[in-house]
């Protein structure tokens, strides 16, 4: 299915607890550090903008971004493994900064491992800039991983 036959069916709508299950099963199956039930239930309690895109009832993918001040912090970003490399994360994210910007946030901030290709892909696709390194910020297999800095102005 092409990326305008899927947008079709999909919409973007608020995160909700009873979401959890199915996002913590994409979760572990996409990223090698994966988010817990309780850290979803946190972000929420914590009112960061916690959303997911869904088609005919199946999440496809959500975003979570924690605002401080006029910052959006990207926290979490993940597209279920079946749909992804079809346009959907680079569409999810722009959803984003859509939502951060009409919310007067001046940039948008995140750190992603140096060996993440893909999402490093999609973030400079996006049009986000490195702009430090965070030495030895992420737990490893091996020992700790640098975390690379991303801006990308609102
Ligand atoms: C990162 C992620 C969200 C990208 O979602 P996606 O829907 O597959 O990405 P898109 O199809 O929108 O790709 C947009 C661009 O990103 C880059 N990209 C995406 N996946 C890539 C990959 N595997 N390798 C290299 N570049 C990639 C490309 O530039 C791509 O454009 P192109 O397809 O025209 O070449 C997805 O791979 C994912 O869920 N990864 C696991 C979770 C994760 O690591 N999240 C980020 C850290 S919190």
């Known amino acids: 299915m092409s990326l305008s036959q899927l947008l079709d069916h999909t919409i973007l709508r608020n995160m909700n ?5 199915g996002i913590v099963c994409i979760e572990r199956r996409v990223h090698a550090c994966p988010w817990t039930c309780g850290n979803f239930t946190d ?3 914590s009112n960061y903008v916690c959303k997911v895109c869904e088609a005919e ?3 496809l993918g959500y975003v979570v971004f924690m605002p401080a001040l006029d910052e959006a912090h990207l926290l979490n970003i993940g597209i279920a ?3 992804q490399r079809k346009g959907l994360g680079r569409w999810l994210l722009d ?4 939502i951060a910007r009409a919310s007067n946030m001046r940039r948008m901030l995140l750190e992603v491992r140096p060996s993440n290709v893909a999402a490093l892909g999609l973030y400079r696709d996006v049009g986000f800039l490195e702009i430090g390194l965070r030495r030895g910020y992420y737990a ?3 020992g700790r991983e640098d975390a690379i800095v991303m801006e990308y102005l609102l």
Not at 17 to 21: G, H, I
Not at 95 to 98: G, H, L, P, R
Request: aromatic share 4%; proline share 0%.
């Open 17 to 21: 607890l009873a979401d959890l299950a």
């Open 140 to 142: 490893a297999d091996i």
């Open 43 to 45: 972000a929420l309690n």
């Open 81 to 83: 493994a079946e749909y």
């Open 57 to 59: 009832g199946e999440i």
């Open 95 to 98: 959803a984003t900064i859509k």
